[in-house]
């Protein structure tokens, strides 16, 4: 099971995590892709760093996947999550949820992404053209400054 | 000896991403009042901590050879 959750340093291919879910019982494989989005609020990104504590986000994803079977009975989960340097519209995570029906896949996926962003130690570091920053917290509106001491250490310019 | 991991901006701040420290036997709370003396750290309070791969507490008691990660809040997706 475990081989269903990964961390890679590739560029993700969307069948290999179809694969992973597809099965004959199933009427419904719901793919969600988290892309490098080039605006926030106003605020041109030119590339993503992504940093994981690998073998436990490997397991955290799995949690995911088990709490998914937990909450939406039948239902496969496979998810992997890029790390390293990312560009604009590359795909940093992809989930693939199969279920017998469609409206599971669908809510399953959204709780996927949700949990993500919650418990699995993975982190991405914005680079702008005036500076690079780690972001901490999913609103994007502020990084975890109260955690480290000074600016020159986020690496604010 | 317990091993300590940082990660993302809180590697950045430390200046390190591991280091092995003689704190078995203390708290996960004095673990924390010890780094953030150490390498001159504002409060850690939105840092979550893990101990081999599982968050914990900050009363659990360290291990020889435990791994101890340092968690800040997480931004993947």
Redo the contacts between chains.
């Keep these: 099971m475990e081989h269903n959750f990964w961390i890679t340093e590739e560029p993700i291919a969307l069948n290999d995590v179809i694969e992973k879910v597809t099965r004959r019982e199933v009427g419904a494989i719901n793919i969600f892709t988290?892309t490098v989005r080039e605006l926030t609020d106003g605020k041109r990104t030119l590339f993503l760093e992504?940093?994981?504590?690998k073998?436990?986000?490997e397991?955290k994803l799995a949690q995911i996947g088990q709490e998914i079977k937990e909450k939406w009975g039948d239902a496969e989960t496979a998810i992997v999550?890029r790390v390293g340097r990312l560009d604009i519209s590359d795909v940093?995570?992809a989930i693939a949820i199969s279920t017998p029906h469609r409206k599971a896949a669908f809510a399953a996926s959204s709780y996927a992404?949700d949990r993500?962003?919650?418990?699995?130690?993975?982190?991405?570091?914005e680079h702008w053209s005036d500076g690079t920053?780690?972001?901490?917290?999913?609103k994007e509106r502020h990084?975890?400054d109260?955690?480290?001491?000074t600016e020159e250490?986020?690496?604010n310019g | 000896m317990v091993n300590v991991l940082f990660f993302a901006g809180l590697q950045e701040a430390v200046g390190e991403h591991r280091v092995t420290l003689d704190v078995a036997g203390k708290t996960i709370d004095e673990l924390k009042t010890l780094i953030k003396d150490t390498y001159s750290l504002g409060h850690l309070d939105h840092v979550m901590v893990a101990v081999n791969e599982e968050y914990v507490g900050e009363n659990i008691i360290l291990n020889e050879q435990d791994t101890v990660a340092f968690i800040p809040p997480v931004s993947g997706g």
């Design positions: 988290g992504y940093d994981a504590y073998p436990m986000a397991k999550h940093a995570v992404i993500i962003k919650e418990i699995v130690p993975i982190w991405k570091k920053q780690w972001i901490g917290d999913q990084s975890y109260k955690g480290i001491p250490a986020m690496g």
